[in-house]
């Protein structure tokens, strides 16, 4: 059923799914014509800003919808879907699942959105009517809780400061983030991986700046009381709307992060560009006090925050991956 050509046509497609700092920890094995193996490169963690692996987890999942999608335009479907077990390991990578692909698989509404989605974290455009008219298509979604532009956006956008900058105080924290950015067009790791520039719409003054912010002036600057202002990204928060994104409770990650991944490729659909704001969520603090304003259905967590709006149309279309070579083991 299965070649390795269309294994790596597969494959690149599934490898435009997000992964948290763009980290991409999920590798890919051809077992038999019918099983592909999903691994896990244990290198690829981020200790301090995802302790429990969470969103590590939430990525394989965003990668396995990934495939799914890219199946479907085959005519193929993931018909079995078996977790390992935790002390599974291939060639030392560990086992996340084992899938069987079938025949029977139909083009996904949400494949056409695939190409075209990728984090936007600069300003939207000005609130328009078609904002208005897609974010309530949008708030039909099962999945997210739709807030509209105004001064409940700015609240959370001031609070995502808040806990962003709680967070850069913690060393740790900043110096994952700062060696997962990759802020110089000459770091030979640009359009593989990580944050760069240009994803993080950031020109190339701007990115100098933000790896000495970030970097050896971070603790003279907070001294100052000026490492939060130069932090802020409120301005850009609020230019958009704001999607709460809840799944059930008590929901392995990996479901998640493929219900993850179709609620962004929702928002591409029509027409939003968007990016998370994790530690919203993350925080305990900000997750209650985000809850006690937009309380979500009985039985639901909030997983994730997105910014989102209309994005200018110059905006930046590349997307670091690692070469697919890379992902098949
Ligand atoms: C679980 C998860 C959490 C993420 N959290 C953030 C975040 O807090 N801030 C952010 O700017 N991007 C966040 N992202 C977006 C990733 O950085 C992004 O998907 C990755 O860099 C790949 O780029 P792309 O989305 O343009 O394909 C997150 C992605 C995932 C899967």
Redesign the pocket.
Known sequence: MLDSDLFRTLIAEAS?A?????IQPTRWRLLAADTVLVLEDGERRLPAADPTGH?VR??HG?AIEGLSLACGGHGLRIARMELGDGSDEVSGLRVIARLTLGPGGAVDSLASAVAG???W?GRFLPAAGELQEALQRLAAAPDLLVVPSGSAVVEIAELADRVGFHFLCEDAHRRELLAWMRLSRHDSRYGRDG?NAE?MALGSVEAMGASLVLGPLFPLLKRLGLAEPLTRERSKTASGAIALFHRPLGEDPLETGRA?YRAWLSMEAQGLGA?????LADWPVSNAALLARHPLPAGRRLV?VFRLGRVPPDAASH?ARLPVAELIV
């Open positions: 435009l997000p992964s948290v700092h763009n969103d939430l990525s965003a989605r990728r984090s974290r944050l994803a993850f990016c998370p704001i994790s530690v994730n997307r």
